[in-house]
Structures are given as structure tokens and as C-alpha cells.
């Protein structure tokens, strides 16, 4: 078993351990699931869930004609690999989540289990057409496109990222593309590069308040850092729209979610997310608590309230869920109602 810094590194292992340094087949290392074992959180037992954060099986015509083409192509979506509980519903609609340039990241965020290493500089030159190939197979109206972040390489992949939105549109001229990016460490020429692409949507999660963002977030990551580059994205293009999300259940309080919603708009964003954090692994932070839907229906009504053109909110939501509906102003069709509290 080779050793890189005294840590043993797993080789030819097809499934690594969460925690368990392991060799990619492109030839670097890599941490399973993002932190290694008792490394960012003190280990301990997954809490128990609330019934309300159970999600129905997917099913429906759309959704199983989607898996059939994703088995057959041997695609790849976020939405498998990540297990999101929205899946159906997001199939159905013909929407779907494609992640760029590879699966490690260069990052390690605590409440994220993407696995992290140095990539050094490898992207996949047929990754554009891939894509591009990916929603014309899927028949997608609406793709969301997102990426590991990248700071091996000099742009954080913001030309990669460009390619691949032009490609799409070639391909597939009447499919809506959403961008949900990377910092690009805050290089603003970087966020034009993706902005100017031909997308409708760019967006950039903040994930936390303020007070939470370090130890939440990578110490490369910023909340200052993300308002300026939504900021960026705005003025560079007055007609695309801005995003970000947010997560709660990591100690958060009414009022700092309140304080960054306001930030959110005072940097011209248009739309807002607002999900449960749900901790991966033993290994990542701890849940501090369980909003409720009821709670859920209030913050969306805090961010209506500031001028949001939509807050999609509710205990299942991901950044990303249904997404081409964002703009009718009715939740995506989410009712929390139809949820115990």
C-alpha cells in the first residue's frame, strides 16, 4: 500500500471507504466522500429523521423513460449520484443536473461528501459534446449544469464550464441552461467567461450566514466572496438571472437568515433556494436542528418579502429543484402543507 504523507492510500479498490484516501483511475489521490474519518467533525451517530423528510419513490412515464435512456447511454447526472430525494419530480418535468469537469473537488467543505483531492490539472476535452450529446438523449428542457470546484487550474474551469454551455446550445437551441458555479476565487473575469456562455440562469450558493460560513464552508470559499461574484454576474449581463441557496439546520438564526437574504438582494439576486442540511456522514457536521415545513412556508414568505422574484423552500429542496418552474411564484409546486409538522 503506497503512502502520501504518512497517510496509506488505497489502490485498485473500486469502492473506497467514506473518509479512505483512495487512487483515481485518471492517477491522483482523493478522500471518499470529502472529509477524512474524524477529521473536520467529531464522529458520531446519524440523527434520527423527522417524517416529513421522507420522499416518495419516483415514478411516473417521464422519469422512467429518463433512467431507461440514463442506463442505456451510461449517462451521468447529479441527481443519481448525489441520491437526491427530488428525482422524480425533476424527470418528470424534464429537468435534470449534469456535474462538470470530474468528481473530485478541490475543496473540502464540511457539509459536503464530494470526494476531494488534487485533480492536477486533468479535464475530460470531450466532456463539451458529451454534455451537449447527454440532454439531446435526455430530451431536456431545462439542464442545470454544476462542477466540483477546480483550483488547479488557472481559470477554477471557467473556459471548461463556457464550452460546454456552448455546446448545448448548439446541439439543443430551445433547452434552457443553468450555470451553478464555482467561486472561480472570486476572479471576476472568470465569472464573465461563464456569464457570457449564452446561459439563462448563473448561480452561486452561499450556503450559510455569515457567522457559519467558516467552519461550514472551505476557508477558500467566502460569503463575501460569493455576493461579489452574484454581484458580477448581474452587471455583466443585466438579463441573466442570479441564484444562490441557502441551508438551514446548522445553527442558524431567524435573524442572521433574515441578514443574508437581505445581502442576497442587496447583491441584485433574483431567485433563492432554501433547504434542510442533511448531514452525508458521521464524518461531517452535525445537524443543529430540524426546520419544520411550517417554518419553511414563513421563511419563503421573509424572502418574498424582500423583493426575491422566488424562494423555493422546503425540507427536500436542493438548489436546484425544479428549477425551469422558478419563476411562477407558487413554491415549484411544493406544498408543505402536505407534510406533518
Request: charged share 25%; aromatic share 6%.
Amino acid at each position: 500500500m503506497p503512502q502520501l504523507k504518512g497517510i496509506p492510500v488505497v489502490a485498485d479498490v473500486a469502492h473506497p471507504r467514506s473518509g479512505e484516501k483512495y487512487l483515481t483511475p485518471q492517477g491522483f489521490t482523493a478522500i471518499r466522500d470529502g472529509i477524512k474519518n474524524g477529521g473536520a467533525a467529531a464522529p458520531g451517530p446519524l440523527a434520527r429523521k423527522p417524517a416529513w423528510l421522507k420522499a416518495p419513490a419516483p415514478t411516473g412515464t417521464g422519469f422512467r423513460a429518463v433512467r431507461a435512456l440514463v442506463r442505456e447511454h451510461r449517462l451521468a447526472t447529479v441527481c443519481e449520484e448525489a441520491k437526491c430525494p427530488n428525482i422524480g419530480e425533476c424527470w418528470n418535468a424534464g429537468t435534470a443536473t449534469l456535474m462538470l469537469m470530474g468528481a473530485v473537488c478541490t475543496r473540502a467543505c464540511r457539509f459536503c461528501a464530494v470526494d476531494t483531492g488534487n485533480p492536477r490539472g486533468w479535464l475530460d476535452a470531450e466532456e463539451p459534446e458529451n454534455a451537449a450529446r447527454t440532454v439531446e438523449l435526455m430530451r431536456l428542457r431545462y439542464v442545470v449544469l454544476t462542477s466540483v470546484d477546480r483550483d488547479d487550474l488557472p481559470d477554477g474551469g471557467a473556459a471548461h464550464y463556457a464550452a460546454c454551455v456552448r455546446a448545448i446550445k448548439r446541439r439543443n437551441p430551445l433547452t434552457a441552461v443553468e450555470a451553478l458555479t464555482p467561486d472561480f476565487q472570486g476572479v471576476l473575469a472568470d465569472v464573465a467567461t461563464v456569464v457570457d456562455s449564452g446561459i439563462e440562469v448563473f448561480a452561486q450558493n452561499i450556503e450559510t450566514v455569515r457567522r457559519l460560513t467558516h467552519p461550514v464552508r472551505d476557508p477558500r470559499a467566502g460569503y463575501e466572496q460569493t455576493l461579489r461574484v452574484l454581484a458580477h454576474a448581474k452587471h455583466t449581463r443585466a438579463g441573466v438571472l442570479t441564484k444562490s441557496s441557502l441551508m438551514l439546520g446548522l445553527g442558524e438564526s431567524d435573524e442572521e437568515i433574515d441578514a443574508t437574504l437581505a445581502d442576497l438582494r442587496s447583491a441584485a439576486v433574483d431567485l433563492v433556494t432554501l433547504g434542510q442540511y442533511l448531514r452525508p456522514t458521521a464524518n461531517h457536521l452535525a445537524v443543529q436542528r430540524y426546520v419544520t415545513p411550517a417554518e419553511f412556508d414563513r421563511y419563503r414568505a421573509l424572502a418574498l418579502a424582500r423583493g426575491f422574484l422566488e424562494c423555493v423552500a422546503g425540507p427536500l429542496v436542493r438548489s436546484s429543484y425544479r428549477a425551469e418552474r422558478a419563476l411562477e411564484r407558487n413554491n415549484a409546486g411544493l406544498d408543505n402543507r402536505n407534510h406533518a409538522t
